[in-house]
């Protein structure tokens, strides 16, 4: 049994870190692709953002350790990780109203097109989402 708790802290502080790491890249392909159509388009390179978006929030929902059985999924989805998540859907929350915001006046200086908005808007609110988990779990 030990052995199980043990395997289940080491997933979920794996879990938060990979959480980290795509924050920051989910930030920087926001920033990469803002401006270029060619990431807009109806292809390939358009839909990744798509299922890129929603393959995160699958995690987010779910906590995670989609492919791990029963019983070492509720092991690493504890009470805490629990609370944690519902915290983190308010901060997703937060953060995309405040960028929604900004877009809004962003586009008074210069036009923004409805993709870079919608783009910019689940970047920041994924990536606050994500980072505001694995600070949570990792502290």
């Known amino acids: 049994m030990n052995d199980k708790i043990v395997r289940a802290?080491?997933?979920s502080r794996s879990r938060?870190?990979?959480m980290a790491a795509a924050a920051l890249i989910i930030l920087l392909n926001g920033a990469i692709q803002f401006g270029n159509h060619a990431y807009s388009d109806a292809n390939a390179r358009g839909a990744a953002w798509i299922?890129?978006?929603l393959?995160?929030?699958i995690v987010l929902a779910s906590g995670g350790a989609l492919?791990?059985?029963r019983d070492r999924r509720r092991l690493i989805n504890d009470e805490l990780s629990l609370l944690n998540r519902a915290s983190v859907v308010a901060t997703g929350f937060y953060a995309a109203m405040l960028s929604a915001v900004a877009v809004y006046a962003g586009d008074w200086?210069?036009?923004i097109s409805v993709q870079d908005?919608?783009?910019m808007i689940t970047?920041?609110?994924l990536a606050a989402a994500l980072s505001r988990y694995a600070w949570l779990e990792l502290r």
């Open 16 to 18: 938060a870190l990979i």
């Open 9 to 11: 802290e080491r997933d």
């Open 67 to 69: 492919f791990a059985g």
């Open 109 to 111: 200086f210069r036009p």
């Open 123 to 125: 970047a920041v609110a």
């Open 117 to 119: 908005a919608i783009r």
């Open 55 to 57: 393959l995160w929030m």
């Open 51 to 53: 299922v890129l978006v």
